[in-house]
């Protein structure tokens, strides 16, 4: 009777230790996260002309928008992908871009919470298209090859539905060829903070 007593103790006291070793079922194995955030940034750009040297260039504030969908390969782990639409306005001239890449994100919480903190990295892949609002025709578009960190928190307000905030951090390359025939590279790194909405669609057991 004392050892069924002892083992009955053991296990109610293990109960709460075993709770926080739980994943939460929203970032379980299986589940699914669609998401999508509205940013603002400032980008710092340096420009080199055919190699003859670096300058600095204008400093450019932008905004988009960046819906993503992740599978969760392992508990706290997804994988899937990132789009993003962005708008850049700076002086004269004014910029539109989609990027789309891999994306990665690893979320870091336990037992019964609703705060689901994470971090996360993408590659982006797109095109930009620039307008020049004092020559008559657009200038034309290049591709842009970057990559992008984030970390920030997702607050449940019910199992499957809830509000993100997150800061990040982007490095972008781009190249064009000027009006004179000359390639301008342009490197762009940029920092921000992103605020949206996730929905979390838990496997069916």
């Not at 669609?34 to 040297?53: E, F, H, L, V, Y």
């Not at 809830?162 to 940029?190: H, K, M, W």
Request: charged content about 20%; hydrophobic content about 40%.
């Amino acid at each position: 009777m004392r050892r069924h007593q002892l083992l009955a103790l053991l296990l109610v006291s293990a109960s709460p230790a075993l709770a926080q070793r739980v994943v939460p079922p929203a970032i379980d194995r299986g589940s699914l996260v669609i998401g999508g955030g509205a940013s603002i940034s400032r980008t710092s750009n340096s420009i080199s002309t055919d190699g003859q040297g670096e300058v600095d260039g204008v400093d450019v504030t932008a905004v988009s928008i960046n819906p993503s969908l992740l599978y969760f390969v392992r508990p706290g782990l997804a994988i899937g992908g990132e789009a993003g639409f962005g708008y850049s306005d700076f002086g004269e001239s004014s910029s539109t871009s989609f990027t789309v890449g891999p994306a990665l994100r690893a979320y870091f919480a336990r037992g019964e919470t609703r705060t689901l903190p994470y971090v996360g990295v993408s590659l982006q892949l797109g095109r930009v298209s620039f307008d020049d609002e004092a020559d008559v025709d657009d200038s034309p578009g290049v591709t842009v090859f970057g990559v992008e960190g984030t970390a920030g928190i997702t607050w449940l307000l019910s199992r499957q539905v809830g509000i993100l905030g997150e800061a990040f951090v982007n490095r972008r390359q781009q190249s064009a060829e000027n009006a004179l025939g000359r390639d301008v590279d342009q490197t762009a790194t940029g920092f921000g903070v992103r605020f949206g909405v996730a929905a979390f669609l838990p496997r069916v057991r």
